[in-house]
Nanobody, 119 residues
Framework: QVQPVESGGGLVQAGGSLRLSCDTSRRTSSIYSMGWFRQAPGQERKFVATITWSSGRTTYADSVKGRFTISRNNAENTVYLQMNSLKPEDTAVYYC????????????WGQGTQVTVSS
């Protein structure tokens, strides 16, 4: 079982930065990739970034390229989302998700952490 737990959300001004953390609960041996998704009020949940655990390969949504960085710390068994140059449109609940294989999508989800970016 994999149970991601997010932290690090909060209220920041436009142009500011936040770093979100996702605790994998020491289940990294079973993780193929981790992803960050977000859901803004009244909108569908959208892909933000992914990282393949073993290789460190990353992918990003076009809307966050150049501003957000996903990374992992193997020693801490933690995945991060560094968010810079934040915009009001980044306001959303951010979710960490885990996949245990390449072909199964993301069946394991955290509870979400709120990120609010003020003008």
């Amino acid at each position: 079982q994999v149970q991601p737990v997010e932290s690090g959300g909060g209220l920041v001004q436009a142009g500011g930065s936040l770093r979100l953390s996702c605790d994998t609960s020491r289940r990294t041996s079973s993780i193929y990739s981790m992803g960050w998704f977000r859901q803004a009020p009244g909108q569908e949940r959208k892909f933000v970034a992914t990282i393949t655990w073993s290789s460190g390969r990353t992918t990003y949504a076009d809307s966050v390229k150049g501003r957000f960085t996903i990374s992992r710390n193997n020693a801490e068994n933690t995945v991060y989302l560094q968010m810079n140059s934040l915009k009001p449109e980044d306001t959303a609940v951010y979710y960490c998700a885990a996949a245990t294989s390449r072909d199964t999508g993301y069946p394991y989800w955290g509870q979400g952490t709120q990120v609010t970016v003020s003008s």
